[in-house]
């Protein structure tokens, strides 16, 4: 892993630095900022869900299947989560059936595709769940 890339995706970009990702809405265009503040809000769901967290830092992280996040802001503007690799190797067809088949239960299930996906510590684990299911852009504006 380079120690820093940067990543643009259609909502939010995402600035790796170590072994850190930092997720902050795009400024592409006024859609994907609000829908990037959106999905970081949706993310921070499950930092906050998660035993709370924000409030005791030093808890466990308990879902496995999704990669840590370190740091929501209230404000759907930053969310620092664990970096994964996202190098695919022989056995990741098998991995990623089973990771498929896990987040059945969740509201980012459809959302699941190779590109959201990476290895951290030698588990595929969820990278991108911040799917919120989605708003028509004509009624958000564009």
Same mark, same amino acid.
């Given at each position: ?22 997720? =902050? /809405?795009? $400024? ?6 609000? +829908? ?6 949706? *993310? !921070? ?17 308990? =879902? /496995?299947? $999704? ?6 802001? +209230? ?6 989560? *664990? !970096? ?59």
């Amino acid at each position: 892993m380079n120690f820093i890339e940067v990543k643009h995706g259609s909502r939010r970009t995402v600035f790796l630095i170590g072994n850190k990702a930092f997720k =902050i /809405p795009s $400024l592409k265009r006024y859609v994907s900022f609000i +829908r990037g503040i959106e999905e970081n809000l949706e *993310e !921070r769901y499950w930092y906050s869900a998660d035993g709370s967290r924000k409030r005791n830092p030093n808890q466990e992280w308990t =879902i /496995p299947n $999704l990669a840590e996040i370190h740091y929501a802001d +209230r404000f759907g503007l930053l969310v620092v989560m *664990e !970096r994964a690799n996202t190098n695919k190797p022989f056995h990741f067809d098998y991995d990623f059936k089973k990771l498929k088949e896990w987040t059945k239960s969740y509201n980012f299930h459809t959302d699941i595709n190779e590109s959201n996906v990476g290895y951290i510590n030698g588990r595929l684990v969820v990278i991108d769940y911040g799917y919120f299911g989605g708003t028509m852009d004509c009624y958000i504006g564009t």
